[in-house]
């Protein structure tokens, strides 16, 4: 049995927009998924319908789906954008059966309530949630793009046991939140240490070894319990999990870093 990894695939790996890379072939996608879940990352996030989509044929194609942890969040499929990438809506009732349509299952693991400034409106989506706890349709809820303000709203007998909100060496904006949110028990989930890839283009220099300090230095942090990253291809998987196995940063990386943040 392979060690559980703290690195978790996200979903922005099956789409071909927000990266770098063009999109994967089903078969690389199917590579890609076999690849994590062969190295102990289970934790497999999708925010976009079209994640969903793939994420399902995948996991149907590799008889898998029992080893992921899918997060799933609430961005859906709207009459007349099928190709875009829509935003963000309120969960309603009929929400849950579309997703688990679309991933081709019967729970999701882990359901993200994106968060908004509309306190009323959270707390009917966590009730929903609650809901599709005792139906069997969803294991636990997380918050995503979690600011503070958001967990002090939280009512006592709140079901939220993640969060979620990138968070990286250039913008370490979350992290009084991920630290008031293991005050409160819950685990912290990073997004996007590389920015969607776009920070390493910018730093530029030697690409392998500027994603390595990058994600180290996410993935080192007490603080964290989990970093998600978009892969588009195996080779990223094995090059990422061999990074996050080197450990926490040298003093003369930590260094590197801080010119890279200062420039
Ligand atoms: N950022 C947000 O606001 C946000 C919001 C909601 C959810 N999320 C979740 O967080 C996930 C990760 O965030 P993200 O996609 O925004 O950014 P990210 O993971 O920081 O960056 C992903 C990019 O880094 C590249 N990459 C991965 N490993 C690499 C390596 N070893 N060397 C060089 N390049 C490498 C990938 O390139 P290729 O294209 O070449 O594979 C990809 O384009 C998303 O997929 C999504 O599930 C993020």
Not at 197 to 221: F, T
Not at 228 to 257: C, F, Y
């Amino acid at each position: 049995m392979v060690n559980d990894s703290k690195l978790g695939l996200g979903g922005h790996s099956f789409i071909q927009e927000l990266g770098n890379d063009p999109q994967a072939s089903f078969d690389e996608q199917c590579n890609i998924v076999s690849a994590c879940l062969d190295n102990g990352i289970r934790f497999i996030d999708t925010t976009y319908y079209q994640e969903r989509v793939a994420l399902g044929a995948v996991l149907q194609e590799l008889g898998r789906r029992s080893e992921a942890v899918i997060m799933a969040w609430n961005f859906f499929n709207q009459p007349g954008a099928e190709t875009k990438l829509v935003d963000y809506t309120p969960y309603e009732p009929h929400h849950i059966d579309v997703m688990l349509e679309e991933l081709q299952t019967n729970y999701i693991d882990i359901l993200v309530i994106h968060v908004h400034k509309n306190t009323e409106e959270l707390h009917k989506e966590l009730d929903l949630a609650k809901k599709w706890m005792q139906e069997g349709k969803v294991k636990k809820v997380a918050l995503g793009m979690v600011k503070l303000e958001h967990l002090c709203q939280l009512l006592t007998d709140h079901q939220v046991s993640y969060v979620l909100a990138p968070y990286n060496a250039f913008n370490q904006g979350a992290k009084e939140m991920f630290l008031k949110a293991k005050e409160m028990g819950m685990t912290a989930i990073a997004l996007s240490p590389f920015i969607r890839g776009w920070k390493l283009d910018e730093i530029g220099g030697n690409k392998g070894s500027v994603a390595e300090i990058l994600l180290r230095w996410v993935a080192g942090q007490r603080l964290i319990d989990r970093v998600i990253v978009s892969m588009r291809k195996e080779e990223w998987v094995h090059t990422n999990l061999t990074a996050i196995d080197r450990g926490p940063l040298t003093q003369q990386e930590e260094s590197k870093l801080r010119e890279w943040i200062r420039e």
